[in-house]
């Protein structure tokens, strides 16, 4: 039920049009894993990789979230993960602010079959558009925020933790977090 609810959007995901992405992009990537799940990862937006695969998180950064799934007894399996924008930025630039509008209403409808507990925002671009658009990811990650019956919580993007280890500490803060509160609701 809940699968083919999730193809149907891919399916209108595949022929979107909405915005300028669509005229360089190879792929979409609507996102993948388990649609059960009561816990939803978003990130920004596809790479060169995804955009090549048409699946979510399957480059470098990809392979550090695995791990920091891994660290907190996650896998694939287990989550849902899926990004603002359906289509590949050129240069992966952060996507404009009218590319992530006429994507958003795709992700909403993704939030609504998941119906998620635990909304984790990998990165600022996420938890601008999902959390408040004034966020600041050093200063308010590792906070809940209750929105819509549903905990959402910021943590850094892997591929800002692949640029600054420095970093990798608090980001295991925020996994532990969200284990804390898994096991809370289940
Ligand atoms: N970065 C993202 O934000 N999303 C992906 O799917 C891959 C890299």
Redesign the pocket.
């Known amino acids: 039920m809940k699968e083919e609810q999730m193809n149907a959007v891919g399916t209108a995901i595949s022929v979107c049009e909405g915005c300028r992405l669509c005229r360089t992009r190879n792929n979409t990537?609507m996102g993948e894993g388990n649609v059960n799940s009561r816990i939803l990862f978003v990130?920004?937006?596809?790479?060169q990789e995804?955009d090549k695969q048409g699946r979510?998180?399957v480059?470098p950064?990809?392979q550090l979230l695995d791990k920091m799934l891994l660290s907190i007894g996650l896998d694939r399996s287990k989550v849902y993960i899926a990004?603002i924008v359906k289509c590949r930025p050129p240069q992966n630039r952060v996507p404009e602010e009218d590319e992530a509008e006429a994507c958003l209403p795709f992700l909403r409808k993704q939030f609504a079959i998941i119906k998620p507990d635990i909304v984790v925002c990998?990165?600022a671009t996420a938890a601008r558009y999902l959390i408040d658009r004034n966020i600041r990811i050093t200063r308010d990650r590792g906070n809940w925020y209750e929105k819509k019956g549903c905990s959402f919580i910021a943590t850094f993007?892997p591929?800002a933790l692949l640029r600054d280890q420095d970093k990798k500490k608090d980001a295991w803060e925020d996994m532990k977090k969200i284990r804390e509160k898994l096991d809370g609701i289940q």
């Open positions: 990537v990130g920004e937006g596809p790479g995804e979510p998180f480059g950064a990809g990004n990998l990165g993007h591929s």
